[in-house]
């Protein structure tokens, strides 16, 4: 089971930080990801961390804004969102890996979460 939290509402520029708890599952043999998706589109990659928090993987659209980071002794997954922008507005979802690896493919993670909700007002 995926348990996100810290979603909020935030103003152009604020920072805000991501939670995944995870129970049930071996935490430290998966990769884990964050995905979101915004109204009417579809649920798309944000940010990939391998096993061992090395190596990271970062859509173009928050590279260099973004943080993707883990707790394996805590079974969490966090994502740090700086420098936040209306266009961030989604809901975000936490996901598993089906391996240690990294990726960007949905296709790539076998259990989600049921996502918290971002909202960037300008």
């Known amino acids: 089971q995926l348990v996100e939290s810290g979603g909020g509402l935030a103003s152009t520029g604020d920072s805000l930080r991501l939670s995944c708890v995870t129970s049930?599952?071996?935490?430290?043999?998966?990769?884990m990801g964050w995905f979101r998706q915004a109204p009417g589109l579809g649920r798309e990659f944000v940010a990939s961390?391998?096993?061992?928090?090395?190596?990271?993987l970062y859509s173009d659209t928050v590279k260099g804004r973004f943080a993707i980071s883990r707790d394996n002794a805590k079974n969490t997954l966090f994502l740090q969102m700086n420098d936040l922008k209306p266009e961030d507005t989604a809901v975000y979802y936490c996901?598993?890996?089906?391996?240690?690896?990294?990726?960007?493919?949905?296709?790539?993670?076998?259990?989600w979460g049921l996502g918290t909700q971002v909202t960037v007002s300008s």
């Open positions: 996901a598993r890996g089906l391996y240690s690896s990294i990726s960007s493919r949905r296709d790539g993670y076998d259990l």
């Open positions: 049930g599952g071996n935490f430290e043999a998966h990769a």
């Open positions: 961390i391998s096993w061992d928090g090395h190596p990271t």
